[in-house]
T-cell receptor
């Protein structure tokens, strides 16, 4: 399973775009990159998933370069309610459906 | 409403007293999993189940058992709880783990367990 590395924490201001980068140097061919958001005392919530290039949905964009050794979650115009922990994980069904979340990035959005 | 439910939400118990945390999903998902979350350690997978016939260990299975007799239920069993199992536990489910794809996991509300 590919290990992921993310910044421990980030600060931002309301209205700004936030980019959180995740490194996954040992990503395998079958692996997908997925990002989750977690608020205190709640279960994580799926944000976005991608395999390569760029994926965009109503809440975020995910940029994945050609070598797939890293990915960047982009949150446009953050608000105070985006203050949360963001997890990058890499998973596939190889050898079973084991999932490794990592420590995540704590994003704090200030007014 | 599509959801994953866990019970109890809060539990305080004593060392050695067997307990079960139930998890149920109503989305007809094949895959279910248990995680524990501790400060500074993120989420760590305890056990997972690909379907009713297959369960396997995650990263931290010691001291836990699971059972998958029905598709919708995946109870977590602590035969002899110890204080180091004090944690916040989450159950999750997803549609499947088909080759070449990864399905988003839906998480339950969590169970806060304290073992004295």
């Amino acid at each position: 399973l590919a290990k992921t590395t993310q910044p421990i924490s980030m600060d931002s201001y309301e209205g700004q775009e936030v980019n959180i980068t995740c490194s996954h140097n040992n990503i395998a061919t079958n692996d997908y990159i997925t990002w989750y958001q977690q608020f205190p005392s709640q279960g994580p919530r799926f944000i976005i998933q991608g395999y390569k290039t760029k994926v965009t949905n109503e809440v975020a964009s995910l940029f994945i370069p050609a070598d797939r050794k890293s990915s960047t979650l982009s949150l446009p115009r953050v608000s105070l309610s985006d203050t949360a922990v963001y997890y990058c994980l890499v998973a596939s069904d190889t050898g079973g459906f084991k999932t490794i979340f990592g420590a995540g990035t704590r994003l704090f959005v200030k007014a | 409403e599509a959801q994953v439910t866990q019970n109890p939400r809060y539990l305080i118990t004593v060392t050695g007293k067997k307990l079960t945390v139930t998890c149920s999903q109503n989305m007809n998902h094949e895959y279910m999993s248990w995680y524990r979350q501790d400060p500074g350690l993120g989420l760590r997978q305890i056990y997972y189940s690909m379907n009713v016939e297959v369960t396997d260990k995650g990263d931290v299975p010691e001291g836990y058992k699971v059972s998958r007799k029905e598709k919708r239920n995946f109870p977590l069993i602590l035969e002899s709880p110890s204080p180091n199992q004090t944690s916040l536990y989450f159950c999750a489910s997803s549609l499947s783990g088909l080759a070449g794809s990864y399905n988003e996991q839906f998480f339950g509300p969590g169970t806060r367990l304290t073992v004295l």
